[in-house]
């Protein structure tokens, strides 16, 4: 799960609807597993496969058009449920980024700790790159972690994007919040004779 | 000046780190089955232990059947997710209460019952309604997990310190008004993301009249506007809720801890980042008609005749019209129960409507205790006898068909008049249609076969 991040560029996966709940990113059924393996397979399910377990032909995950490690997702992406299986999914399909004018707070430390970039642009950078993906499925957008900056290479348009300085430097290196809070020991015992 | 919410978290900050989170110190961990498998594996992997045992507690509550929970869980994936969990606790010495304990039920339910959730405490699990506990007068938080396995390894949590909004309910509730309305009312007005990145402290007049029960519903629902995590200061409903709870202080300790609990409120002068003021008059018993919990009405209102980009593919799944009133329509499935509305008083509410009446036949009903605890209080009380008579049968307890990982699955199609707290496409089964509603509105429509204004029938 531990990758290091730093420039990515890829064509985007399309979900051009708002209020995208955990519940769809990988519904309740699948959380019965006691490894973190394969709920890539489920990502989406009920929007993606019909009953029968057949595709569902005009989900975009089975638009061969579409492709690539970005996902861009409309407002408020991860409400609901805490699971973690939900960024265990977004990650295990091959997502890296995250594209959305708004994550529901729980979600986003989720695809934080698993490696996943979130990454918040305006309502209007989003609108301009779902256009751009429906005329050209094939554009290009450039993640820079260090510079924090996010690029739609087809029209050129750039934002700035968030990430406290400590998340961007584990991102950067590999490194999750476990081995600081371990590392922190005396710190913990100091504040628990107060 | 400082809020509650200042007071409580800074009293628990072990460091700020630079240009990042504060390291908060966390005096509750709770773990269910579902999201604490791969925690525990991580600090096998780590080579860690837990760092404070004593301050985490198990129990299963997601997988669990809703009835012959003696005999083994049937399905074997949900019987292994249970059976880790108990492994696991044993493994690293933790509190484990299993399935059949007479401790067992929905954690939101055990915990403040237990006494083990407290004023001014820190309180995190993997989930999202661990803010119920929030009306205990704590800060309390759902949380993915690798968080859940950071608490494991060092009692701390890593966190962006949220924004602080009070939202104050002034006036009376009106006959039939419950806390669930307030809350459906609530993610309404604030849409299920007009409380993203804050906590919420309720207040007013409506607030203070409620009970510990009503204070725990409205809490738990804090994260359907979004909200981190909702809290109600505590008074002497609190405190007359935990005197004599099994982990609650008792003796010395109880007046000591009183004595500090009464110093838990927020200053007179407290600046919020957001304040929102709502009026009890404005409220009535609610029923949601669409798939997030915002999407809501009156019960007497019709759904709206637009909505933001959603609202037609929710209207498709539902199966209802823009403009068409609700009142009237055929309900399938009625579920009382979840950590939303399974407690006592929700029992108390529902018996109130059925007693002397009979269920509808077209209406197959699951009454789920929060706990056993609730169970027998049930029992104790002789609602058990009033819901017999009227032809609703008692199931055992567990989470059930708020998110029906167990049996408890509503069919494709049909409409569920459900007391949970989430009615996405599928939560209660794939291609399930599911409306929140409170028990007394839950009630109504099971003895009626239709959505009913509870009113009515008072």
């Not at chain 1, 709920?39 to 009953?51: Q, S």
């Not at chain 1, 890296?96 to 918040?120: C, G, M, T, Y």
């Not at chain 2, 004023?119 to 859940?148: L, Q």
């Not at chain 2, 002068?269 to 009405?297: C, Q, S």
Request: net charge negative; glycine share 10%.
């Amino acid at each position: 799960m531990k990758q290091k991040f730093n420039i990515i560029t890829s064509t985007c996966v399309p979900l051009p609807l708002e209020n995208v709940d955990t519940d769809q990113i990988i519904p309740a059924r699948f959380l019965k597993a006691t490894d973190k393996e394969g709920f890539g397979d489920n990502l989406f399910r009920d929007w993606r496969y019909d009953k029968n377990g057949e595709p569902i032909k005009d989900f975009v995950l089975n638009n061969p058009t579409y492709g690539g490690c970005i996902l861009v997702a409309g407002k408020n992406f991860g409400s609901g449920s805490s699971r973690e299986h939900a960024a265990w999914a977004i990650a295990g399909y091959g997502f890296r980024v995250v594209i959305s004018s708004f994550f529901a707070d729980i979600h986003k430390q989720n695809e934080l700790n698993n490696f996943v970039l979130p990454v918040v642009v305006s309502e209007d950078f989003l609108k301009e790159l779902f256009d751009t993906i429906a005329n050209d499925p094939k554009t290009l957008v450039e993640v820079d972690l260090p510079q924090q900056t996010v690029t739609n290479k087809a029209t050129g348009r750039q934002e700035h994007f968030e990430i406290n300085g400590y998340k961007k430097h584990c991102l950067v290196n590999g490194l999750d919040d476990i081995d600081f809070l371990v590392a922190s020991k005396d710190k913990i015992e100091a504040w628990e004779k107060k | 000046m400082n809020t509650l919410f200042d007071k409580i978290w800074d009293a628990h900050v072990v460091q700020q780190v630079a240009d990042g989170p504060t390291q908060l110190y966390i005096d509750r961990l709770y773990c269910h089955e579902v999201t604490s498998p791969q925690a525990f594996d991580g600090m096998r992997a780590r080579g860690l232990k837990c760092f404070r045992p004593e301050r985490i507690y198990c129990m299963p509550d997601h997988n669990t059947p809703t009835h012959d929970q003696d005999k083994p869980i049937e399905d074997p994936v949900s019987r292994k997710q249970v059976d880790t969990l108990e492994r696991n606790a044993r493994e690293f010495g933790l509190s484990h209460f299993g399935m059949m304990s007479p401790k067992n039920g929905i954690i939101h339910v055990v915990g403040p019952e237990r006494g083990l959730s407290l004023p001014g405490m820190t309180i995190v699990c993997g989930d999202s309604h661990t803010s119920t506990h929030g009306a205990m007068g704590a800060v309390a938080f759902g949380i993915g997990t690798s968080e859940v396995e950071m608490v494991m390894a060092s009692q701390c949590i890593l966190q962006m310190k949220p924004k602080s909004m009070r939202i104050t309910i002034n006036g009376q509730l009106g006959k039939g008004v419950t806390a669930k309305d307030v809350a459906l009312y609530l993610m309404a007005q604030l849409t299920t993301s007009g409380a993203t990145g804050y906590f919420v402290e309720y207040a007013g007049e409506v607030v203070r009249n409620m009970s510990m029960e009503g204070r725990l519903t409205l809490c738990n629902l804090s994260i359907e506007m979004g909200a981190r995590g909702g809290f109600v200061a505590p008074d002497e409903t609190t405190f007359e809720y935990l005197k004599g709870r099994e982990y609650a202080p008792k003796g010395e300790a109880w007046d000591k801890a009183v004595a500090y609990w009464k110093t838990l409120q927020s200053d007179a002068t407290a600046i919020y980042d957001k304040e929102l003021i709502f009026d009890a008059k404005d409220i009535e018993p609610r029923v949601t008609y669409g798939t997030n919990p915002g999407m809501g009405i009156g019960i007497t209102e019709s759904i709206p005749s637009t909505g933001d980009s959603n609202f037609g593919k929710a209207l498709q799944y539902m199966g209802f019209e823009a403009g068409e009133k609700l009142l009237g329509k055929p309900v399938d499935y009625v579920f009382l129960g979840a950590c939303t509305n399974g407690r006592i008083e929700d029992f108390r509410a529902f018996a109130s409507i059925v007693k002397a009446r009979k269920k509808a036949d077209n209406v197959i009903a699951w009454l789920v205790p929060g706990s056993w605890e609730v169970s027998h209080q049930i029992k104790a009380e002789g609602i058990d006898e009033v819901l017999r008579a009227a032809g609703f049968e008692i199931r055992q307890p567990g989470c059930s068909a708020c998110l029906a990982m167990n049996d408890d699955k509503v069919p494709a199609g049909k409409y569920c008049l459900s007391t949970s707290n989430r009615n996405f496409e599928g939560r209660q089964g794939p291609g399930a249609r599911t409306l929140l509603c409170s028990p007394l509105v839950a009630a109504a429509a099971a003895v009626t076969g239709v959505i009913t204004d509870p009113r009515e029938l008072l």
